[in-house]
């Protein structure tokens, strides 16, 4: 364990970022399966919705400094390639 001030409250500001970047990247994960399952259900409407819901939720997390920002903007990129394939 440390023993100067300084390291000890870095170490318990990085434990406390790393359960917050724990938290949005789960939720982060749950949007995009849940994307995925509105889009193997061939719901148009629904797989739409999910895709704006899903894009959403990539932009703040990579705001948050979560995910880098070509990371998600990658990923959005898939999700609508997999969206307009099934149109």
């Keep these: 364990m440390t023993n100067i001030k300084s390291a000890k409250k870095r170490v318990l500001i990085a434990e406390t970022r790393r359960q917050r ?6 939720q982060m994960k749950t949007q995009v399966k849940k994307f995925q399952v509105a889009l193997m259900g ?10 704006k819901n899903t894009v959403s939720v990539l932009d703040k997390t990579a ?8 990371a998600a903007a990658r990923r959005k990129a898939n999700l609508y390639r997999a969206f307009n394939k099934m149109s």
């Design 63 to 70: 705001a948050k400094g979560v995910i880098h920002k070509n």
């Design 21 to 26: 970047n724990t938290i949005a990247k789960s």
């Design 42 to 51: 061939q719901d148009k409407e629904a797989a739409a919705k999910q895709l």
